[in-house]
Each structure stands twice: as structure tokens, then as C-alpha cells.
């Protein structure tokens, strides 16, 4: 088996005694060991019954040494490769073979057989040593000694992969993906051998959850054998959970500076706290006192990130824009880095205060009405980094002064005016700078962004304002209350907040001449309505997935579709079969039951639910429905079924909710049982 390497395929039950080696390799070290310290014992020779001892320890350690090996050879075909792995195999057959010789020539010469058994000693140790960076890695012994002094970096300089990524990779998925060690030919210790993939797929597809191998893995239930990291390691927490999501979501890039996303980005908040901003800003921090008198109803002072002494300021409410209040800022000159005056009317205002800002650099003036005098003194920041200048008309002599702003690293000039040809120049002055100059939309039909649906809460009680926005003001938003999806002609006309007191899905959609239509937004809203005054689950959901038990489905706390390991109850070899009463005049006509959908992970719609009603002491169907189940993998998502209830001459009510028995055949590990995740049942008049 040393020299058939991995050719070499081995029946399943040979596979178990494999696994064993980890099991007995402990028993011959110790055996071994102690036989070898007897050929030290001075005048040993003239105690039989010592020496006796001695010989039967170290032969049981020999046979025992013997079946370990056997064991590890075995072992040894489960996708453990690399140099680590070649020197423990022939240093275990080493050993086994020391041993054998050591033990029928154990009657020469005393001094010799020392010699010998010192050297068996050690070889016995090493075995062990390169055994444990197999399975632990190859700094285990050391690491505790090392130094663990740990390098801060800057976070102009932080990498998302290198500095972010790579770290959780390193701490929770490495030791089974490693020279030596390489499960489903995924080696992590590269970044080359990453970016390969393993035999189920590729690592990581930037913005593609469904072939992304990392996001499947980490989504599936604990318990199931696919799961990474895998049930019994350290799982990974939340925080890391969702920087693995938002990497692969940002892109999945291996060499992206975590300062080159925006600051509204999730993976930036997440990780930035990491980094020392202070090391990029060394300038005092502002009197905390000036921070909090300067924070107005029109303005907002605030520092970058916690600890760091850099501000940013920010303008709002054009009315209310008093422009002598900007000389305010002069108290903490030193500390603003970022500034923004977006649609503020600034014509006429003198700039020049913004000269006495010397760590400045980012300006947003987009849409403020800058004259050719003002354009002029902004040419002259040599701190900035980012200029925003949308929305500003911009002639030849601005042109000019903009271009020789060498230090710019972004530009924004939407709607400035500006032909091909002005664009050209600028573009030749400012090669290093990324310029922005907006969509001309000529020839090309771009798809509009979706609409953004805000909420203040999933589940409220009396009624709850729905609003929809759109970047595009000029978009048409059309909308849809019952759940269909809504088009562009017959679908009601987003113009004011809508307000719900019922259960349901809001479906919205942004059109606008010369633009495909949006993707479709959806959310869905639940009325808290009837309380029922009993309840049980006739079967337990599963161990791993019980969440608070039968009353996290009236606890009105909805559960997030990116963590199904909390607020959800998971079943999968049991249906969720729930029972509940109410009082005799405040029976629901409606129920609505929240799930989780989220194929990757085998969480799909169940097969069937069925509601029954207790009359008479029988069981009568009033509702069922079977929902669709998808073609292809869609990412997390939390989804509504509702039913109607005619009959209200129940006592109470049976929800049966079964799981999918089969996953379907598109589906990697088709024919598996299906999960079905429940996080809240609503009833309602």
C-alpha cells in the first residue's frame, strides 16, 4: 500500500479497521517505550523476573506496532496526501521493522542494543510527531512556544481574503484540507489549489451562492454528513458565518483591498473593526464635547469607526441649510476626513473653509449648484481621494482645474455636461483616477435595480406602513398585496405609503421607458390577530433545530433566512404536526404559516400541509396544499402560505406540515429526505 499510493481501492470493511488506527497507535508507544527503558536497567541480566517483564512488554508492543501499521496503511488511501505523509508511513513501517529486529537480537551486545534502542526511541517519536501534523498540523507540537505576538495591520492595507477570509478558513477548515490531508481534493493551504475547487465543484463563484461549494457546505444542517465544518469541530459563529456569505456576495475576490468597498457594505462593517484605522490616522481625536454640540437636526458628526479619530461630517435637509453654520466645523478641521453637502444649495458660499481641512479626503457636492470660482478652490485639495461632482454643470476652465487633481483615486461626474471628447481629455490627464460619468443608455437596454421594500417590523399587531423607493426617481413602481406578481399595465401604482392590517406578501416591481423592467422585490407582513389559548406538537422537531420548542411559533419573532440555526424548528423524519385550541367566539378564518426556503441546505417547501378540524370528536380537512417546489437552487428566503377557513365549527385545529420524502433529481444528493423549517403559525379573523 506505501508504494500503490492512492491507486490502491480498498472494500468498505477494510475502511473500518482504518479508522481504528488513531484508536491503537497510542498502546504500542507506551508498550514500546517501556520495553525499551528495561535494556537500560543496569545489571538487568542477573534479574530474571525483571528482565522478563521487560521482553514480554516490548514483544506485545512489537505485535501491536504491527497492526497499527496495517491500520495506518489502510487509513492512509482516505485522502491523506503529501511529503508529511510519506515520512510517517515509512517511519511506522521503520519502527515495526526496528522493533522485530531489536527483539530476536536482544542478547548481544549490551552497549550495542542501548545504541539501538535509542535510536528506536527516537524514531518512535518522530513517527508520532509527523502522525499528529497529520492530523492537527504541522506546527501542533511547537505553536504553544511560538511567539504569539500578532501583526497589526492598518486597514488601508487589510486584504478581504488574506486578512479576513483566510483566517476563519485557517482556524476552521484547514486541518482536513492540507498537504496531507486533502478531503474531496479541496487543498486550502494554497490559494492557487483554492481557486482549483475540489470533485464537487468550485470553492467560491463570485455573487453565485448556488455554485459556490463554500456556501452550500456551511448552509447545510449540522447533522448532515456534507456539513462543513464538519458536526463534531468547531463550528463556525456567526460573525464568521456571515463574512463567508458577504465575501462570496462581494465578489469572492483573492486580492481586493477591504477599503476598496463601499462603507455601507456589510463585509466592510463587519470587518474593518479588525483593522487599525488609527495606524492610517495618527492626528489627535476631537473633543468629544464639540462632537456631540455639533450633531444637529441638519447635521451629522460622527467618527469613521469606533476608537478612530477620524470624522465624518454629513449635511441634510436643504431647508433647513443655514451656510454660516459651516465656519462651525472649524474646531474639528483636523479630524474631518469625510464631508458631504449632497443637494445643499451652495451657490455663492464661499469654500474656502474646506483649505483648512488638511486630512480631507473624500467630498460629496453632488447636485449643488458649484459655480466655476467654486470648482476652482475644490481643484486646489491635495488630500482628497474621492471627489463626487455629479449633477454640477462643468465648463472648459473646470475641466482644466479638475484635471490636474492627480491624487483623486475616484471621480464622479454624472450629469456634468460633459461630451465624449471632454471625457477623453480627463481621462488622459487622470489615468490613475476612476472615472464615473453615468449611463448614456444609447443602443443598450439595461435592466432597472428592484425596489427597495421598507418595514419597520415582520410582525406587528394593529397595522403597518409599507413604503418603496427606488435610486431612479423617475421609475414606475408597480405593486401587488396578494401575492401574484405584479406587470406593468394592470398592477396598482406605487405613490404614497401603503398600510396593511392583514397577513401578507408585498410583490414590487420598477419599470421605466427604455429599461427592462426589475427583478421582483418581495416581502412578506404578518397581523399578530388571534392568540390560540392551547397548543402541542404531537412530534419534536429535530435536536439540532428545536429552537424554544412549540412556543417559538407564537413567540412573534421572526427568524432570519441567512441563520436557520436559531428561531426555527427544523423536521425532517417527522411531519410538524400541531394542535391548537382557541376560545369558543375568537376562531381564525385565516392561518398563515412562515417557513424557510433554501435548497442548498435541503430546506425546501414541504410535500403537503393539511389543516384539520375537530368536530364532533372527528377530524375533518378544511384546507391543504401542496406548493411548488423550484427547478434549481434560489438563495435563503423566508416564505409565506396562507390558508382560508370557511368552516369555524372546530374545537380545534391539526396543521400538518410534511417534509419533501425525496429531494429532487437537479439536486446533488437526490433521493435524500427533505427539511422543513418552521419559525411561526398567525391566525387571524
Known sequence: MTLAGNSLVLPEWLQVIGRSHPILLHFPIVLLLMGLLFFWIPGIEKKPEIKETGEISFLIGCNFAGITVIAGLILAQEEYTGEILIWHKWGGLLVFGGCVLLYFFRT????????????????????????????????????????????????????????????????????????????GELRMDHIEDLQK???????????????????QRINLPEDDKKHMPPKNKAQLTDEEFLILSEWVASGASFDQKLVDLPAA???????????????????????????EELNTS????????????????????????????????????????????????????????????????????????LSADQLKVISELKTLKTL???????????????????????????????????????????????????????????????????????????????????PIKTVELRYTLDGTEPDSITSPVYTNPLFVKKTGKIRAQAFAEGWKGSKVAEAVFM????????????????????????????????????????????FQDNPMVLEVGFEENNKPRELSISLLYSEAAHIFPPSTVVIHGLENGKWKELASDSPAVSSNPLPARSELLSFELEDTNYEKLKIIVTPLPRLPKWHPDAGSKGWVFVDEVIFSK
Not at 435 to 447: A, P, R, T, V
Not at 528 to 543: A, D, Q, W
Request: charged share 20%; hydrophobic share 40%.
Open 265 to 291: 457594505n456589510e463585509l466592510y462593517q463587519l470587518a474593518s473593526l479588525k483593522f487599525a484605522a488609527d495606524k492610517i490616522h495618527s492626528f489627535g481625536a476631537a473633543d468629544p464635547g464639540d462632537v
Open 108 to 183: 548481544i551486545k549490551v552497549n550495542f542494543i542501548r545504541l539501538c534502542s535509542l535510536a528506536l526511541a527516537i524514531a518512535i517519536l518522530l513517527t508520532g510527531h509527523w502522525g499528529a501534523g497529520l492530523t492537527h498540523g504541522e506546527d501542533f507540537l511547537l505553536a504553544p512556544v511560538r511567539s504569539t505576538e500578532i501583526e497589526v495591520i492598518p486597514l488601508a492595507e487589510a486584504e478581504i481574503f488574506r486578512d479576513v477570509v483566510q483566517p476563519i478558513l485557517q482556524a476552521k477548515c484547514i486541518s482536513c484540507h492540507k498537504e496531507g490531508k486533502i478531503k
Open 197 to 215: 475547487g475540489g470533485k464537487s465543484g468550485p470553492f467560491a463563484v463570485g455573487g453565485d451562492f448556488e455554485k459556490s461549494l463554500l456556501i
Open 298 to 369: 441638519f447635521r451629522s458628526v460622527k467618527t469613521l469607526f469606533p476608537e478612530s479619530p477620524a470624522l465624518e461630517v454629513s449635511y441634510f435637509g436643504i431647508s433647513a441649510f443655514p451656510p454660516k453654520s459651516l465656519a462651525e466645523l472649524k474646531i474639528i478641521k483636523d479630524q474631518i476626513v469625510r464631508f458631504s453637502l449632497n443637494k445643499m444649495p451652495l451657490a455663492g458660499v464661499d469654500l474656502k473653509f474646506l483649505t483648512d481641512f488638511k486630512h480631507l479626503e473624500e467630498l460629496q457636492l453632488n447636485f449643488t449648484g
Open 388 to 470: 463626487a461632482l455629479s449633477g454640477n454643470t462643468i465648463d472648459n476652465a473646470s475641466l482644466q482645474n479638475l484635471s490636474k487633481m492627480k491624487s483623486l483615486k475616484k471621480l464622479y461626474l454624472w450629469q456634468t455636461g460633459l461630451g465624449n471628447q471632454d471625457r477623453e481629455t480627463i481621462q488622459k490627464s487622470l489615468p490613475s483616477t476612476e472615472l464615473f460619468f453615468g449611463f448614456d443608455g444609447k443602443g443598450i437596454i439595461y435592466e432597472l435595480n428592484s425596489p427597495a421594500i421598507s418595514q419597520a417590523d415582520v410582525i406587528y399587531q394593529d397595522s403597518l406602513e409599507l413604503t418603496l423607493s427606488h
Open 527 to 570: 397581523h399578530s390577530g388571534i392568540k390560540p389559548v392551547g397548543f402541542k406538537l404531537v412530534y419534536e422537531p429535530n435536536s439540532k433545530y428545536k429552537a424554544s420548542g412549540v412556543a417559538t411559533l407564537f413567540d412573534l419573532e421572526k427568524g432570519q433566512a441567512s441563520n436557520h440555526g436559531q428561531k426555527w424548528l427544523g
